[in-house]
């Protein structure tokens, strides 16, 4: 069965809000503290923090903003650093979320657009390297362990899944991202991410929040072994209805088949305007293909892509529209 993908290209671009966390406040080497659990919020969303009194008191939910440098130490202690070391781009401050938690949307009904994402050192170690609660990526407890599965190819992993919200009810689809893959039948290609990348949730629609669950391969019961924290920086939102700022363009763009795909995609092009081009990007952002687009039938030959999720991007001078393709 073929499926068509119908495009309308509006200009977002120049209306995206991108909270990059830098106006805030911190003395250096520290970190957002809310003993009452107060949110903190930027100009396009709210973010939530939980902090448990109990214990000494501790931050237990949600987010936290900071300036906090360590991309060596392998321990709980080290709860806020990153393995880029630094924010996206080297900025100075950015933000560390937990399993389970929620960001919610000042603009009624926006869309989130995405933001860049890397593990925190401590999830980065503990994935590497093992630690006295989590077991090293890819290794099983000896050669064989009762398994067929040979030492160092353990299908390991560890993603985040990002679930959009409007009006309380939860949408059907979801975004994934995967900190850590170690599911290839090459082990070559195992990997941890070191760097900032970009996580696209384009494909939530409209939204009013956000909620990011964490799950690994590594859990004891119901319990992450990994350690459940991501980091992240530039987060970017978009009006959910920009009519009265940029009208929108209907364009003779209209499909891209088949959806799933296996070797060939197929876009259709009937605009005439010049530099309309695409590129093609993985579940963790990178682009893998991009190129011009000609009047007509356009062709890409994914036949050297592997199966996955992948983002079309369509560019043109009135905007840019992205849609999510599957090769099984």
């Known amino acids: 069965m073929i499926t068509a993908l119908a495009w309308t290209i509006t200009n977002f671009e120049a209306q995206n809000t991108v909270a990059d966390f830098e106006s805030f406040s911190l003395t250096p080497n520290s970190v957002y503290t809310s003993t ?21 008191g501790y931050w237990i939910g949600g987010f936290a903003y900071t300036n906090k440098y360590d991309s060596t130490t392998a321990a709980f202690t080290n709860l806020y650093g990153v393995k ?19 960001i919610r949307l000042k603009s009624p009904n926006a869309r989130v657009n995405g933001f860049f994402i890397t593990n925190t050192t401590y999830a980065f170690k503990s994935v590497r390297n093992g630690d006295s609660f989590s077991r090293k990526f890819g290794d099983t407890t000896g050669t064989g362990s009762g398994t067929t599965i040979a030492q160092g190819s353990y299908p390991d992993f560890f993603k985040v899944t990002a679930k959009g919200y409007l009006n309380g009810s939860l949408k059907s689809d979801s975004s994934v991202f995967y900190l850590a893959d170690y599911r290839f039948a090459n082990n070559a290609l195992d990997y941890v991410v070191d760097t900032w990348q970009y996580f696209n949730l384009a494909n939530l629609g409209i939204v009013d929040s956000i909620t990011f669950n964490m799950y690994s391969s590594d859990n004891s019961g119901s319990f992450l072994n990994t350690p459940a924290f991501f980091g992240m920086d530039d987060f970017s939102t978009s009006p959910s209805d920009p009519r009265g700022i940029v009208a929108q363009n209907r364009i003779s763009f209209s499909e891209a088949y088949p959806n799933p795909f296996n070797q060939i995609i197929t876009l259709l092009v009937g605009n005439e305007e010049k530099n309309l081009r695409y590129c093609l990007r993985d579940n963790v952002g990178k682009i893998v293909m991009k190129a011009n687009l000609q009047s007509g039938l356009n062709t ?3 036949s050297e892509l592997a199966s996955g999720i992948y983002y079309l991007q369509i560019i043109t001078a009135q905007g840019i529209e992205t849609k999510k393709l599957l090769k099984p």
């Open 84 to 102: 880029p070391l630094k924010g996206h781009n080297g900025s100075g401050t950015y933000v560390i979320g937990q399993d389970g938690g929620t």
């Open 300 to 302: 890409i030959d994914s």
């Open 36 to 56: 009452n659990s107060t949110p903190f919020q930027t100009s396009n969303a709210v973010f939530e923090y939980e902090w448990l009194s109990a214990f000494g």
